[in-house]
């Protein structure tokens, strides 16, 4: 018996504990370079603010999520994290509703499809940044604009999406249902619209991403509160220490959104990834 | 000039000058064609030859280009209850379990709130046709995790519990193993019996269809119809019909010399490139059987 390499060439088949213990190394080497710069230069310059201590950041956390704010009234951080998550959700939600029933639409009427096709292709085209000063214009600076940049920047994406994903449907199960006594609206609500739920949460998914950047941009131009507008707001005193922890609570907060969208699909549509 | 006598009101699906052409490219030419009730027509013929075509011009999920095609005498609409279908692929619903397949077209044939009310007994009926394809250990599975031969089960139980006037195949068993081929075919054999059926079956495997209809049809684009030039382009015509004895559900007659030699006579008639009849020549011996033929072909027969 040739014995299977653990981890060299192509034919490697690294063992459970070796794939933790390479996945969990470079985050091991990343911290690690960090402490010791950080360490380095703090000996220097007692007063370095680029690369705080670990201490110096706990206490800045401590400060901003659990200490009660003396000018607004709140802990900062929870409601940071409350604005920009209803943000998100709201655009990010509107989009995917508006694009489920866009998309679906698209893909089974033709007429439809003729009509707002090259329309929608055109408009998911725009870089939505690069339209955010006409939003603010229209939609005022507070909530409306913000929320609406995030839909806007997703929702033609989505809708795209999700009719590439209802044209893959074969023909053959549109006239099977209709074999079997569906109405036009049954076919598309009832044979259509479940198939195409697991493929939509999975749009969801890939659209997050662009989603955060949306948000965190938005709330660094106009804002009072949110996730992104206080990481702009202490960049002006260098508040590395605030930074920092933010960044890694936004990553945080976007693996569990992430995973949770996940986790659903396995649950509710398991047969979804099992068919592929 | 017309041969044969076969009607539109004494058949359950007719067909005269049914054409259907894909561009300019002509896929079936002057399909005549007309089927008794409680027949089972198998088709065959040369891949790409239009077979599935045909079987979408009568499921109605394509239009033909010219011609004439019934279902009790009425034209052929988009598809209804009326014709039950089943695929290779696709028949069934990957979303749903077996059970919620089967009971599908009850619940979509009823309103919403009649479905509500006769949930058990629509439940009941699936089960029933369930028990009889041997699937009640399975109805909680998605067709992911069945086996070929169960999803195609399913896919048949998914149709008849319609009760479709006709029931069209296009290649059922074409993916399974042998074994679990000739199984099914006993199977549909047994099941065409006992609710008295009227199919119509799509399959490119001459042995399968000789065994299992009592009525083969052979379309095919290999033939002379006396146009010079044209000859690249021409559709499938059905080139030969034969009426099949009734024999008991066992593959054991596959063995039989004559099963043997009819198979050999499809091949050549439908399947050999260089081997062409003239139109005036197919060998169209069914009784429903029946030929249009335009005054320029009817001037081939000397
Ligand atoms: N939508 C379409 N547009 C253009 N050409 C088509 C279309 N559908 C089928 N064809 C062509 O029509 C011909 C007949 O196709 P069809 O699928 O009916 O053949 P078939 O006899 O069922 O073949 P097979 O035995 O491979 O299933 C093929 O040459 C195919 O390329
Ligand atoms: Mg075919």
């Given at each position: 018996m040739v014995e299977e390499p653990k981890l060299l060439g192509i034919h490697a088949n690294p063992p459970a504990w070796l794939r933790l213990v390479i996945g969990l190394l470079p985050f091991a080497l990343l911290v690690g370079v960090y402490l010791t710069v950080s360490h380095i230069r703090i000996e220097n310059n007692p007063a370095d603010k680029l690369t705080p201590s670990v201490h110096k950041m706990v206490e800045a956390v401590q400060q901003m999520a659990f200490t009660v704010d003396g000018r607004t009234g709140c802990r900062l951080m929870l409601q940071d994290t409350l604005s920009s998550l209803r943000r998100i959700v709201i655009g990010l939600g509107c989009a995917a509703i508006v694009g489920l029933f866009l998309g679906m639409n698209m893909g089974v009427l033709p007429g439809l499809r003729g009509t707002l096709l090259p329309l929608v292709t055109f408009l998911s085209i725009i870089p939505p940044l690069a339209i955010l000063p006409i939003l603010f214009i229209v939609?005022?600076?507070?909530?409306l604009g913000k929320v609406m940049l995030i839909f806007l920047g997703s929702v033609f994406m989505i809708t795209r999406d999700i009719h590439n994903e209802t044209e893959k449907i074969p023909r053959e199960q549109v006239a099977k249902a209709l074999t079997l006594g569906a109405s036009q609206f049954q076919v598309i609500y009832q044979v259509i619209l479940p198939q195409i739920m697991p493929r939509l949460l999975v749009t969801v998914r890939l659209c997050l991403g662009a989603a955060w950047l949306f948000l965190i941009a938005s709330e660094a131009i106009a804002?009072?509160?949110?996730l992104g507008y206080r990481i702009f707001l202490v960049r002006r005193y260098l508040a590395m220490n605030v930074i920092i922890p933010y960044v890694l609570w936004i990553t945080l907060l976007g693996f569990l959104m992430d995973l949770l969208l996940r986790l659903v699909i396995r649950w509710k549509y398991h047969w979804y990834s099992a068919a592929e | 000039m017309r041969r044969g006598t076969a009607s539109p009101e004494a058949s359950i699906l007719y067909a005269e000058d049914l054409r259907k052409e894909y561009g300019n490219r002509?896929?079936?030419?002057d399909i005549d064609l007309a089927v008794s009730e409680h027949e089972f027509c198998t088709l065959v013929g040369p891949s790409g030859c239009g077979k599935s075509t045909l079987l979408r011009l009568i499921l109605g999920q394509e239009r033909p280009t010219r011609g004439t095609l019934l279902l009790d005498g009425r034209p052929i609409g988009y598809p209804d209850t009326q014709r039950g279908i089943v695929y290779q692929k696709y028949s069934l619903f990957p979303h749903l379990t077996v059970l919620e397949n089967v009971v599908l077209g009850k619940k979509l044939s009823a309103s919403f709130f009649e479905g509500r009310r006769r949930k058990a007994e629509f439940d009941q009926e699936a089960m029933s046709f369930l028990d009889r394809m041997k699937l009640s250990d399975h109805?909680?599975?998605?067709?992911?995790?069945?086996s070929g031969g169960m999803r195609q089960r399913v896919a048949i139980a998914q149709s008849l519990i319609m009760k479709p006037r006709i029931l069209l195949m296009d290649e059922p068993f074409g993916a399974l193993d042998p074994g679990t081929r000739e199984d099914m075919q006993v199977f549909v054999l047994e099941l065409w019996e006992d609710f008295n059926m009227t199919i119509f079956f799509v399959t490119h495997d001459l042995e399968e269809a000789v065994y299992l209809g009592t009525r083969v049809l052979v379309l095919s684009q290999y033939y002379a119809a006396g146009r010079a030039d044209k000859d690249d382009n021409q559709g499938a015509r059905i080139v030969a019909d034969y009426p099949l004895a009734r024999r008991a559900a066992s593959t054991a007659v596959k063995e039989i010399t004559q099963f043997g030699e009819l198979i050999q006579r499809i091949r050549r008639e439908?399947?050999?490139?260089a081997y062409r009849q003239r139109v005036t020549e197919f060998d169209l011996r069914h009784k429903d059987s029946f030929q249009t033929l335009t005054p320029e072909e009817n001037n081939m027969i000397d």
């Open positions: 939609f005022g600076v507070d909530e804002s009072t509160d949110g | 002509v896929i079936l030419e109805i909680e599975k998605y067709p992911h995790e069945l439908g399947f050999d490139p």
